[in-house]
């Protein structure tokens, strides 16, 4: 596990558990939004992030999650 996610985001790493990507339910979690918000943002392209697709299910960068929370979104 990355130690700057431990530090600065300890909730975001509690879900992440040293995953590279996270499922929409707990990136919501991560994030503090509901999961149908993830999937309106994938759905109309129109988020601050977007997902990567696994075998065709949503799949959200912890990298990217981090990025948002810490309000260097794009």
């Given at each position: ?9 300890p ?19 991560a994030?503090?939004?509901?999961a ?15 997902p ?7 799949a959200w ?8 929370l ?5």
């Amino acid at each position: 596990m990355v130690p700057e996610l431990s530090e600065h985001f300890p909730e975001l790493a509690a879900v992440a558990k040293g995953r590279d990507t996270l499922p929409t339910h707990d990136a919501a979690v991560a994030i503090n939004r509901a999961a149908q918000t993830l999937r309106k943002w994938a759905c109309l392209e129109n988020g601050p992030i977007r997902p990567i697709r696994i075998n065709g299910r949503l799949a959200w960068r912890v990298a990217d999650l981090r990025a948002l929370l810490a309000g260097d979104s794009k």
